[in-house]
């Protein structure tokens, strides 16, 4: 049934992107001058979860750097990484500079010269920028002139909603692009695309993929899980095909596997907050706060901790809130 596992992984980059063909030229334009050795036009990319943000961010710069024959380029997730210097290693480590061998007691200037000193254009991929340390980095790479960033977020209104002012203009002087929830139709291409790079393809039969996409309401990444899910019952002989049946039958694992991923990928604090939420069934943002604090030598703002809490209720679907301001309540999502 399997003949390209890599093919059903969340982070596989396809060699057809399907139904983001405007996105994709946005994106190539703004980068167009690499081609001429000069540092491209800083991007912002918005949309919701499972919408294909991070995967035409690195299928573009895969591109270029192929028209280009290559250039520097780094890659982080700010939720896995604990603060404002991490995020900055693990860019300049990813771009192929060097980097000090160990974090604790580099300064932040230190690593802008790291930037400075590349004799090339280097560009940065910073996702889950909205649950960055300290947003001011955005501004601090925007005065390295031979750096450019990618910055991708879920909400545009929600990024700049609490941003500096001087922070705020350098990332409203960058080129937008924003993407939607896929239809229920280009999901099916999507999944047909994995199909063919990676399953017997006669093994999946008629209804199955539109089942697919109809129960993952608009995400790639669910309709991509359900997929994979469905196709290792196949693999494993406890089904005979892929069919409707199957795909019902496997959507609640399905999910349960993209929370695990979700929550593996959260970052020290991000995930503190979140266990301190699946520990307590129901906590108020005081009490949650006040035990977050007393658990950690480094604490985050009581901004920044409102912020993992709408990521982790508002994008990824695993905690839920009742009440407003000081009265909000927090429980797992069910």
């Known amino acids: 049934m399997i003949h390209n596992e890599a093919a059903l992984r969340p982070e596989y980059i396809p060699r057809d992107l399907y139904h983001r063909e405007g996105q994709i030229e946005v994106l190539k334009g703004a980068l167009t001058p690499l081609t001429a050795g000069h540092p491209p036009d800083n991007v912002t990319i918005f949309g919701p ?11 573009v710069m895969e591109r270029v750097e192929e028209e280009t024959g290559g250039f520097a380029w780094g890659y982080v997730s700010c939720l896995a ?14 771009a192929g500079h060097g980097v000090p061998m160990q974090r604790q007691g580099v300064t932040i200037g230190s690593y802008l010269d790291g930037f400075r000193s590349c004799p090339e254009p280097i560009v940065v991929v910073i996702d889950e920028a909205d649950v960055l340390p300290d947003r001011g980095l955005l501004a601090k790479l925007y005065e390295v002139s031979n750096v450019s960033w990618i910055a991708i977020a879920a909400d545009e209104h929600g990024f700049l909603a609490d941003l500096d002012s001087g922070v705020e203009s350098r990332v409203r002087s960058a080129e937008t692009i924003t993407l939607d929830r896929y239809s229920i139709d280009e999901l099916v291409d999507i999944l047909q695309g994995r199909v063919d790079a990676g399953l017997a393809s006669h ?127 927090y429980e797992l999502q069910t």
């Open 203 to 329: 093994k999946v039969k008629s209804g199955a993929l539109e089942e697919i996409a109809d129960r993952a309401r608009g995400n790639a990444r669910d309709a991509i899980a359900i997929l994979r899910r469905a196709a290792r019952r196949v693999q494993n002989d406890q089904a005979s095909r892929l069919n409707r049946q199957l795909v019902v039958d496997v959507e609640s694992d399905a999910r349960e596997d993209v929370r695990d991923q979700q929550i593996g990928s959260l970052g020290t604090h991000m995930r503190l907050v979140f266990e301190i939420v699946r520990e307590a069934g129901e906590i108020s943002a005081g009490d949650l706060y006040d035990d977050y604090e007393s658990r950690i030598s480094d604490p985050r703002t009581g901004r920044t901790v409102r912020r993992y809490l709408e990521k982790l209720e508002d994008y990824y679907e695993l905690i839920h809130s009742t009440g407003t301001t000081s009265g909000t309540r």
């Open 49 to 59: 979860s499972g919408s294909g943000k991070t995967t035409i961010a690195k299928y």
């Open 81 to 94: 990484e604990s603060s404002t210097a991490d995020v900055y290693h693990r860019l300049l480590e990813d």
